[in-house]
């Protein structure tokens, strides 16, 4: 297949939004002859019919649909690229892209990211998703850091580094009702009236999950779980609102002030762990290193290469 030609695809783009050549030479200000002969290049370039004939109009095809779809994502992207050239060239502005796992307390990742957080003209950008998902962005340099509840896999050949940023006691916070039912309920102290309370609880993606089970087990308890979530923000928010107790990093506990109605109901012994893992070109951005700084001024933590292999052969 021939290598695809941007311009032939957005002639098929405008074609497509406009429902015809006709319109789409006049958006445009070209013969109408010219658009189609473009066209008609592009299908014998993909080498499917992505235009067909319908009425007095056009129609997309099933191929022409799916071509479409991408080519509205790029076209809409282009347009954002004048407007943020132009503010790159006006403006200092620091980017930082972070990628945040599913399993990691979210609360706790803003407590981490507050070091920089006052710094000028700063554009962060946050991503969620699968830490397989992340450090492969890492690798391509689409993240300048990824934070986990996991250090980073053994892997030579993804050149990267981990350290431990934190590791702070889990507390149960719940709602005042809730709360005052356990004060309530005699004979049946911390952490064991958790079996007469509804409990949140984060779902299996996060490590803290087993550290909890692993808890429940050693105090001989079996809570009543009445949720799962992935985001403890998102957690937070239905135990504001009633549904649960539910536990939460000390670090972020912070943030539990901006939801009213929220109280401590006990500490655990339980810990969790918050890795910052990044490549060498992410050690170089000016506020990584500030965060790292930062952290291992608070915490003395040992920093765990992977990339030993690879240094090697340098």
Not at 110 to 133: K, M, N, S, W, Y
Not at 143 to 155: E, F, G, I, S
Request: net charge negative.
């Amino acid at each position: 297949m021939s290598a695809l030609n941007y311009r032939h695809l957005h002639y098929f783009w405008v074609v497509a939004k406009e429902g015809g050549f006709a319109r789409a030479a006049d958006r445009l200000g070209m013969a109408v002859q010219t658009i189609s002969a473009q066209v008609r290049e592009l299908e014998r370039t993909l080498g499917h019919q992505m235009l067909k004939p319908e009425g007095r109009g056009l129609v997309l095809t099933e191929a022409g649909q799916a071509a479409f779809a991408r080519a509205e994502e790029i076209f809409q992207i282009g347009q954002l690229v004048p407007h943020e050239v132009h503010e790159a060239a006006t403006q200092r502005v620091q980017r930082l892209s972070v990628g945040l796992s599913d399993g990691l307390s979210k609360l706790a990742a803003h407590a981490l990211l507050a070091p920089v957080l006052d710094t000028p003209h700063l554009r962060l950008v946050c991503h969620e998703g699968e830490v397989d998902q992340l450090l492969g962005e890492l690798a391509l340099h689409h993240l300048d850091l990824v934070l986990t509840d996991q250090p980073a896999p053994v892997n030579p050949t993804l050149r990267i580094t981990s350290q431990l940023l934190a590791s702070t006691p889990v507390d149960w916070w719940g709602p005042a009702d809730l709360i005052a039912r356990a004060n309530r309920t005699p004979g049946r102290p911390f952490p064991q009236v958790l079996e007469d309370l509804p409990v949140l609880l984060p779902t299996r993606h996060a490590s803290l999950r087993a550290g909890l089970e692993r808890w429940f087990e050693q105090h001989h308890i079996r809570p009543q779980v009445v949720g799962e979530f992935e985001d403890s923000a998102l957690m937070s928010v239905f135990a504001a609102r009633g549904l649960g107790v539910f536990p939460v990093s000390r670090l972020g506990a912070d943030d539990l002030a901006l939801m009213s109605g929220l109280h401590l109901l006990g500490t655990t012994e339980v810990m969790e762990d918050v890795h910052g893992i990044y490549s060498r070109r992410g050690q170089n951005h000016p506020l990584v290193a500030k965060l790292l700084a930062s952290r291992r001024q608070g915490r003395a933590e040992p920093v765990t290469e992977f990339d030993s292999e690879f240094a090697a052969q340098e």
